[in-house]
Protein backbone atom coordinates (compact mmCIF):
# COMPACT_ATOMS: atom_id res chain seq x y z
CA UNK A 1 0.00 0.00 0.00
CA UNK A 2 1.62 3.36 -0.92
CA UNK A 3 2.76 5.65 2.29
CA UNK A 4 0.40 8.42 3.24
CA UNK A 5 0.56 11.44 5.26
CA UNK A 6 -1.43 11.56 8.25
CA UNK A 7 -4.24 14.61 8.22
CA UNK A 8 -6.47 15.51 11.09
CA UNK A 9 -8.97 12.60 10.31
CA UNK A 10 -6.70 10.05 10.63
CA UNK A 11 -4.50 11.54 13.76
CA UNK A 12 -8.05 12.05 15.67
CA UNK A 13 -9.26 8.25 14.93
CA UNK A 14 -5.61 6.98 16.32
CA UNK A 15 -5.84 9.35 19.17
CA UNK A 16 -9.86 8.22 20.63
CA UNK A 17 -8.50 4.41 20.47
CA UNK A 18 -5.33 5.17 22.40
CA UNK A 19 -6.57 6.77 24.61
CA UNK A 20 -9.63 4.55 24.77
CA UNK A 21 -7.34 1.40 25.35
CA UNK A 22 -5.28 3.84 28.17
CA UNK A 23 -8.45 4.34 30.20
CA UNK A 24 -9.26 0.81 29.90
CA UNK A 25 -5.60 -0.32 30.96
CA UNK A 26 -6.51 2.11 34.13
CA UNK A 27 -9.64 0.21 34.81
CA UNK A 28 -11.71 3.23 34.92
CA UNK A 29 -14.57 3.89 34.09
CA UNK A 30 -16.09 6.76 31.90
CA UNK A 31 -17.84 8.34 34.69
CA UNK A 32 -14.94 7.85 37.11
CA UNK A 33 -12.76 10.03 34.14
CA UNK A 34 -15.02 12.27 33.91
CA UNK A 35 -15.72 13.52 37.23
CA UNK A 36 -12.03 13.82 37.98
CA UNK A 37 -11.30 15.93 35.05
CA UNK A 38 -14.42 17.69 36.12
CA UNK A 39 -15.92 17.42 32.59
CA UNK A 40 -19.48 16.72 31.53
CA UNK A 41 -19.49 12.63 30.62
CA UNK A 42 -20.72 13.64 26.99
CA UNK A 43 -17.13 15.50 26.68
CA UNK A 44 -15.60 12.73 27.41
CA UNK A 45 -17.27 10.47 25.39
CA UNK A 46 -17.17 12.92 22.01
CA UNK A 47 -13.41 12.60 22.64
CA UNK A 48 -13.21 8.88 22.77
CA UNK A 49 -15.88 8.57 20.05
CA UNK A 50 -13.46 10.87 18.00
CA UNK A 51 -16.28 13.54 17.16
CA UNK A 52 -14.49 16.41 18.77
CA UNK A 53 -10.90 16.80 18.92
CA UNK A 54 -9.09 17.54 22.24
CA UNK A 55 -6.12 19.91 23.17
CA UNK A 56 -2.84 19.08 24.20
CA UNK A 57 -2.92 19.81 27.50
CA UNK A 58 -6.28 18.22 28.40
CA UNK A 59 -4.65 14.84 26.85
CA UNK A 60 -1.77 15.02 29.04
CA UNK A 61 -4.05 15.36 31.89
CA UNK A 62 -5.75 12.50 30.76
CA UNK A 63 -2.40 9.79 30.47
CA UNK A 64 -1.56 11.45 34.18
CA UNK A 65 -4.60 10.25 35.04
CA UNK A 66 -4.58 6.86 33.59
CA UNK A 67 -1.00 6.51 35.08
CA UNK A 68 0.62 6.40 31.64
CA UNK A 69 4.50 7.83 32.06
CA UNK A 70 6.65 6.89 29.21
CA UNK A 71 7.59 10.30 27.95
CA UNK A 72 7.78 8.41 24.30
CA UNK A 73 4.08 7.28 24.59
CA UNK A 74 2.99 10.57 25.73
CA UNK A 75 4.71 12.33 22.97
CA UNK A 76 3.52 10.29 20.76
CA UNK A 77 -0.35 11.05 22.01
CA UNK A 78 0.19 14.65 22.26
CA UNK A 79 1.50 14.43 18.61
CA UNK A 80 -1.68 13.18 17.64
CA UNK A 81 -3.76 15.80 19.48
CA UNK A 82 -1.87 18.34 17.59
CA UNK A 83 -2.12 16.71 14.03
CA UNK A 84 -6.16 16.00 15.02
CA UNK A 85 -6.42 19.64 15.27
CA UNK A 86 -5.05 20.60 12.05
CA UNK A 87 -6.93 22.80 9.67
CA UNK A 88 -7.43 20.86 6.39
CA UNK A 89 -8.55 21.86 2.92
CA UNK A 90 -12.28 20.46 3.71
CA UNK A 91 -12.56 22.33 7.37
CA UNK A 92 -14.24 25.15 5.78
CA UNK A 93 -16.97 23.01 3.91
CA UNK A 94 -17.88 20.97 7.32
CA UNK A 95 -21.01 23.48 8.09
CA UNK A 96 -22.23 22.69 4.50
CA UNK A 97 -22.28 19.21 4.22
CA UNK A 98 -24.28 16.16 6.17
CA UNK A 99 -22.07 14.92 9.32
CA UNK A 100 -21.76 11.91 8.19
CA UNK A 101 -20.09 13.07 4.72
CA UNK A 102 -17.88 15.46 6.42
CA UNK A 103 -16.33 12.88 8.01
CA UNK A 104 -16.13 10.69 4.93
CA UNK A 105 -14.39 13.35 3.34
CA UNK A 106 -11.67 13.51 6.15
CA UNK A 107 -11.29 10.02 5.57
CA UNK A 108 -10.89 9.73 1.83
CA UNK A 109 -8.11 12.91 1.91
CA UNK A 110 -6.06 10.19 4.68
CA UNK A 111 -6.95 7.00 2.65
CA UNK A 112 -4.28 4.94 0.63
CA UNK A 113 -7.05 2.76 -1.60
CA UNK A 114 -10.54 3.89 -1.94
CA UNK A 115 -12.51 0.66 -3.45
CA UNK A 116 -16.33 1.73 -5.12
CA UNK A 117 -19.57 -0.13 -5.65
CA UNK A 118 -21.74 2.35 -7.64
CA UNK A 119 -24.93 0.79 -8.64
CA UNK A 120 -26.77 4.06 -10.59
CA UNK A 121 -24.07 6.79 -10.83
CA UNK A 122 -20.85 7.57 -10.73
CA UNK A 123 -18.30 8.23 -8.09
CA UNK A 124 -17.66 11.85 -7.25
CA UNK A 125 -14.19 11.76 -7.77
CA UNK A 126 -14.83 10.76 -11.53
CA UNK A 127 -17.79 13.21 -12.15
CA UNK A 128 -17.61 15.85 -14.78
CA UNK A 129 -18.66 19.14 -13.66
CA UNK A 130 -21.92 19.13 -15.56
CA UNK A 131 -22.57 15.33 -14.05
CA UNK A 132 -22.20 16.19 -10.86
CA UNK A 133 -24.53 19.04 -11.26
CA UNK A 134 -27.14 16.93 -12.34
CA UNK A 135 -26.52 14.02 -10.27
CA UNK A 136 -26.87 16.00 -6.94
CA UNK A 137 -30.76 14.82 -5.60
CA UNK A 138 -32.68 17.88 -5.80
CA UNK A 139 -35.63 15.83 -3.75
CA UNK A 140 -36.24 12.47 -1.69
CA UNK A 141 -34.80 11.80 1.94
CA UNK A 142 -31.12 13.34 0.78
CA UNK A 143 -32.11 16.50 -1.07
CA UNK A 144 -30.13 19.28 -1.13
CA UNK A 145 -31.83 22.50 -1.38
CA UNK A 146 -31.63 24.43 -4.97
CA UNK A 147 -29.44 27.41 -3.32
CA UNK A 148 -26.82 24.75 -2.07
CA UNK A 149 -26.86 22.14 -5.12
CA UNK A 150 -23.93 24.96 -6.56
CA UNK A 151 -21.28 24.56 -3.22
CA UNK A 152 -22.37 20.54 -3.14
CA UNK A 153 -20.68 20.95 -6.99
CA UNK A 154 -17.56 22.84 -5.70
CA UNK A 155 -17.03 20.65 -2.96
CA UNK A 156 -16.72 17.84 -5.52
CA UNK A 157 -14.39 19.60 -7.71
CA UNK A 158 -12.31 20.50 -4.73
CA UNK A 159 -12.12 16.92 -3.48
CA UNK A 160 -11.08 16.29 -7.00
CA UNK A 161 -8.14 18.22 -7.25
CA UNK A 162 -7.22 17.35 -3.30
CA UNK A 163 -7.20 14.27 -4.14
CA UNK A 164 -6.41 12.79 -7.58
CA UNK A 165 -4.32 15.98 -7.92
CA UNK A 166 -2.36 16.00 -4.58
CA UNK A 167 1.24 14.79 -4.19
CA UNK A 168 0.46 11.21 -3.11
CA UNK A 169 -2.59 10.04 -4.93
CA UNK A 170 -4.38 7.04 -3.30
CA UNK A 171 -5.22 3.89 -5.27
CA UNK A 172 -8.76 3.91 -7.01
CA UNK A 173 -10.39 0.55 -8.02
CA UNK A 174 -14.12 1.13 -9.09
CA UNK A 175 -17.06 -1.33 -10.14
CA UNK A 176 -20.03 0.00 -11.73
CA UNK A 177 -23.34 -1.62 -12.42
CA UNK A 178 -24.48 -1.41 -16.40
CA UNK A 179 -26.97 1.14 -15.17
CA UNK A 180 -24.81 3.77 -14.55
CA UNK A 181 -23.05 4.03 -17.72
CA UNK A 182 -26.68 3.82 -19.29
CA UNK A 183 -29.16 6.48 -16.90
CA UNK A 184 -29.60 9.32 -18.96
CA UNK A 185 -28.16 11.72 -16.05
CA UNK A 186 -28.56 15.32 -17.36
CA UNK A 187 -28.93 14.45 -20.65
CA UNK A 188 -27.34 12.83 -23.51
CA UNK A 189 -24.53 15.03 -24.30
CA UNK A 190 -23.77 15.27 -19.94
CA UNK A 191 -23.86 11.05 -20.15
CA UNK A 192 -21.94 11.07 -23.41
CA UNK A 193 -19.18 13.36 -21.99
CA UNK A 194 -18.79 11.84 -18.03
CA UNK A 195 -18.60 8.52 -20.01
CA UNK A 196 -15.77 9.80 -21.71
CA UNK A 197 -13.86 11.48 -18.98
CA UNK A 198 -14.00 8.12 -17.01
CA UNK A 199 -12.52 6.04 -20.02
CA UNK A 200 -10.14 8.80 -20.17
CA UNK A 201 -9.49 8.95 -16.45
CA UNK A 202 -8.61 5.12 -17.10
CA UNK A 203 -4.94 5.53 -18.34
CA UNK A 204 -4.01 7.12 -15.43
CA UNK A 205 -2.11 4.94 -13.21
CA UNK A 206 -3.83 3.69 -9.54
CA UNK A 207 -7.15 4.07 -11.28
CA UNK A 208 -8.89 1.08 -12.74
CA UNK A 209 -12.71 0.60 -13.48
CA UNK A 210 -14.89 -2.56 -14.09
CA UNK A 211 -18.26 -2.63 -15.44
CA UNK A 212 -20.61 -5.19 -13.73
CA UNK A 213 -23.05 -6.13 -16.84
CA UNK A 214 -26.08 -6.60 -17.13
CA UNK A 215 -25.31 -10.34 -18.40
CA UNK A 216 -24.08 -11.29 -14.95
CA UNK A 217 -27.66 -11.61 -13.66
CA UNK A 218 -29.66 -10.27 -10.79
CA UNK A 219 -27.64 -7.61 -8.93
CA UNK A 220 -28.76 -7.91 -5.06
CA UNK A 221 -26.60 -5.58 -3.87
CA UNK A 222 -28.87 -2.15 -4.42
CA UNK A 223 -27.01 0.37 -2.37
CA UNK A 224 -23.85 2.39 -3.30
CA UNK A 225 -20.66 1.99 -0.72
CA UNK A 226 -17.16 2.95 -0.31
CA UNK A 227 -14.61 1.25 1.46
CA UNK A 228 -11.45 3.10 2.34
CA UNK A 229 -7.92 1.39 3.57
CA UNK A 230 -4.85 3.24 5.10
CA UNK A 231 -1.46 2.84 4.94
CA UNK A 232 -1.27 2.15 8.15
CA UNK A 233 -2.67 -1.37 9.47
CA UNK A 234 -3.27 0.26 13.03
CA UNK A 235 -5.59 2.46 11.38
CA UNK A 236 -8.20 -0.29 10.55
CA UNK A 237 -10.44 -0.32 7.07
CA UNK A 238 -13.97 1.86 6.44
CA UNK A 239 -16.91 1.69 4.76
CA UNK A 240 -18.79 4.77 3.90
CA UNK A 241 -22.66 3.82 3.04
CA UNK A 242 -25.04 5.68 1.60
CA UNK A 243 -28.39 5.04 1.28
CA UNK A 244 -32.08 6.16 1.06
CA UNK A 245 -32.13 6.74 4.34
CA UNK A 246 -29.25 6.82 6.04
CA UNK A 247 -25.20 8.01 5.29
CA UNK A 248 -23.23 6.17 7.78
CA UNK A 249 -19.53 5.79 8.52
CA UNK A 250 -18.67 1.95 9.35
CA UNK A 251 -16.30 1.15 11.05
CA UNK A 252 -16.62 -2.15 12.82
CA UNK A 253 -14.11 -5.11 11.52
CA UNK A 254 -16.45 -7.88 11.32
CA UNK A 255 -18.96 -5.49 9.29
CA UNK A 256 -16.07 -3.82 7.09
CA UNK A 257 -14.79 -7.77 5.80
CA UNK A 258 -18.41 -8.11 4.68
CA UNK A 259 -18.37 -5.35 2.51
CA UNK A 260 -15.07 -6.45 1.44
CA UNK A 261 -16.24 -9.69 0.58
CA UNK A 262 -19.27 -8.55 -1.21
CA UNK A 263 -17.06 -6.39 -3.44
CA UNK A 264 -14.53 -9.04 -4.34
CA UNK A 265 -17.62 -11.10 -5.24
CA UNK A 266 -18.42 -8.23 -7.12
CA UNK A 267 -15.08 -7.68 -8.92
CA UNK A 268 -15.59 -11.52 -9.21
CA UNK A 269 -18.56 -11.21 -11.69
CA UNK A 270 -17.68 -8.06 -13.67
CA UNK A 271 -15.62 -7.55 -16.80
CA UNK A 272 -12.21 -6.34 -17.40
CA UNK A 273 -10.96 -3.41 -17.07
CA UNK A 274 -9.70 -3.34 -20.98
CA UNK A 275 -13.36 -4.60 -21.95
CA UNK A 276 -14.99 -1.97 -19.04
CA UNK A 277 -13.21 0.74 -21.25
CA UNK A 278 -13.95 -0.43 -24.33
CA UNK A 279 -18.12 -0.58 -22.91
CA UNK A 280 -17.51 2.65 -21.93
CA UNK A 281 -16.60 4.12 -25.22
CA UNK A 282 -19.20 2.08 -26.93
CA UNK A 283 -22.17 3.46 -25.39
CA UNK A 284 -20.95 6.73 -25.45
CA UNK A 285 -20.40 6.53 -29.14
CA UNK A 286 -24.25 5.76 -29.16
CA UNK A 287 -25.33 8.68 -27.74
CA UNK A 288 -23.49 10.39 -30.88
Same mark, same amino acid.
Given at each position: ????????????? %?????????????? @??????? %?????? @??? @???????????????????????????????????? @??????????????????????????????????????????????????????????????????????????????? %????????????????????????????????????????????????????????????????????????????????????????????? %?????????????????????????????????????
Amino acid at each position: MPARHQGPTIGRR %RLRAALRRAREAAD @LTQDHVA %RQMDWS @LSK @LIRIESGSVSVSTNDVKALLDLYGVRDHQQVAQMVE @LARAARRRAWWSGYKDRVPPAYAAYIGLEADAAVLQYFQPISFPGLLQTEEYARAVIPADGPHHVPAAEIESRVQIRLA %RQHAVLHGADPPQIEVILDEAALRRVTGGTRVLREQLRHVATMCARTGITVRVLPFTAGSNTVLGPFVILRFADHEDGDVVYVESALVEEIID %RPADVRSYQHVFDRLRAESLSPADSVALLRRIAEELG
